[in-house]
């Protein structure tokens, strides 16, 4: 593959830079007897892009008004569920991985910009939502949330955002996310894209991209 200068590394949070929520959700469903990615199918499949989880996402719900429009689909599904329980239990079990701190902070010692681009939600009031990701923000030099900018991944225009904030060309950027689809949308746009399962494997690639993209 052939080198090209990088200038930016672009960092999804969510199943990155933490704990991967996909896990989480999965040991939710055995736990609660609920059948195998019911969850997914509940996000996807009432009301597609305008369901509650992408209007929690994109700011247009509360959270409050999330549980109550999620809970309601969770029932026409079949199943009993609380929908508060489960995000209440996904923020507290979020964990920030070290080794991915450790590498955002590797990629500014080498000169180069870096961003967080997530979809996410404000948990609690805009202030404490704020107050708890401030030590995280400071380590990048773009932070861009779903729920502050009301576009979510995979939309294009949410990867043309953060490279705008961060001064650089798509072509000039890497990114690195857990989900295909928004990698394949990074990739269209000219980025080059990185799929984090393994976060070990997942730096290893980001290290020789950064190493063949070298003066």
Not at 91 to 103: D, I, K, Y
Request: aromatic fraction near 6%; proline fraction near 5%.
């Amino acid at each position: 593959m052939a080198s090209v200068k990088v200038e930016a590394v672009i960092f999804d949070l969510g199943g990155v830079v933490f704990d991967s929520p996909l896990e989480f959700i999965r040991d939710y469903e055995r736990r609660h007897d609920l059948p195998e990615h019911f969850i997914a199918r509940i996000v996807g499949g009432y009301g597609g892009t305008d369901g509650p989880w992408h209007r929690l996402e994109r700011g247009e719900l509360s959270l409050s008004g999330f549980c109550e429009q999620f809970d309601a689909d969770i029932r026409a599904a079949g199943e009993n569920v609380s929908s508060a329980d489960l995000m209440n239990e996904m923020a507290a079990r979020s964990r920030l991985r070290p080794s991915m701190l450790e590498a955002i902070r590797g990629v500014r010692t080498r000169g180069l910009k870096v961003a967080a681009l997530t979809n996410n939600w404000v948990m609690g009031t805009e202030h404490e939502h704020d107050a708890r990701l401030e030590p995280l923000r400071v380590e990048f030099h773009v932070f861009v949330e779903s729920c502050k900018v009301g576009m979510r991944k995979p939309d294009p225009r949410i990867y043309e955002l953060a490279c705008q904030k961060l001064d650089v060309e798509p072509s000039r950027a890497v990114f690195l996310d857990d989900m295909g689809q928004n990698l394949k949308v990074a990739k269209s746009l000219g980025m080059t894209t990185i799929k984090v399962g393994d976060p070990a494997v997942a730096l290893a690639e980001l290290e020789n991209v950064l190493l063949r993209a070298a003066p």
